[in-house]
């Protein structure tokens, strides 16, 4: 018997993985509710619309009555909406706040307000809240040192959920995964960007000097673990979800140059995004406690999630055409660059 879930954002890059994999590998029934902002994307799951155990609601998570409506019936609420992209809360934090701490309140209350009936409230929040680790892995009572205003909206987040469970007792299980790579993720984050630069014959903006090490994880991994975590964690608990592999910027580059056969003339390096995080690493070993076993996750298996998913973007152009020729798009980067343009102008 599966259950009934609420997914919040499920129209983005993880939450549409999630439910690919929810619809085709369990008997769950799922509810989506998704604003849909610039990173939600109803083409992300627009053939499952049919599906008999998937509905979509468009909503907004920080309005308790759209909230209350979406979680009748609901036993377990896996809670991905959130503004994600780091140099956007750099530019304008204030819907990271709205979203992310004002939104997951609404939705933590409403579970709250339905005591008994939620069986389980997985909040899916990340390893930016640990800030940067210069050497060594967080587990998950390293504390908290956010850099970002994403970052910082985040760990208040990550709070105010454990806090729901310490005083209310509500069932909440936490998930702090490590960069994301696969299908679906919005062109504005660096692989994404990278690929379809490059598909374009455009360069890749590497911020500073690309020695920055981020912790990678094939999203089909993170969604099984998300998936473990939402049914076998232990209330109150939180959940390390990094991939195995550690690699800085100008490696990452380097092994995507190789995968494309692209020259170096299409990097060009730009002034470092403010306050960068210089090293994420995530110890998982409670995940793996957990029974976790990544299919596509050592080393070895790292470049052939690197190839499928350059693949995957080249062969779907008619996807990230429109998202990267829509005004949004253009937007921001006319800001993010003329922003970049000042700071090094100052220098
Ligand atoms: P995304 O930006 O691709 O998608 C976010 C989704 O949330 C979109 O569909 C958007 O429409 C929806 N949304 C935003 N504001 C909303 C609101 N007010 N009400 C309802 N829906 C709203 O994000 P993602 O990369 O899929 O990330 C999902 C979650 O995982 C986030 O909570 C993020 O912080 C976390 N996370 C992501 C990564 C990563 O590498 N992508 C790593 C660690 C943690
Ligand atoms: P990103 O995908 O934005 O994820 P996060 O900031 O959450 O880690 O960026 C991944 C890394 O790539 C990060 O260290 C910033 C860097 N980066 C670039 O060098 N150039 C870019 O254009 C972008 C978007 C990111």
Redesign the pocket.
Known sequence: MGMKVLV????????SNFIRRALAETKDEIVN?????Y??NPENLADLLPHPRYRFLR????DPETVRQAMKGVQAVAH??????VDRSILDPEAFLK?NVL?THVLLEEARRRAGEIKRFLH????EVYGPVLRGKSSEDAPFRPTSPYAAS?AAADHLATAYHKTYGLPVVIAR????FGPY??PE?ALPLMITNWSEGKPFPLYGDGGQVRNWIYVHDCVRALDLILRKGSPGRSYNVGGSVLLRNRDLVLKMRKVMGIPKSLVRQVPDRPGHDRRYALDSRALSKLGYRPASDPASDFDRALRETAAWYQSRRSWWRPLKQSPVFSAYYREQYAEKTKEAAAR
Not at 8 to 14: K, W
Not at 124 to 127: E, L
């Open positions: 919040t954002g499920g129209l983005g890059f993880i939450g509710l998704d604003a849909e902002t990173a939600g909503g907004d998570i920080s991905f909406a959130a503004e994600t992209h979203t939104g899916i929040s990340t390893d985040k995964p490590s960069n994301n993720q919005y984050k």
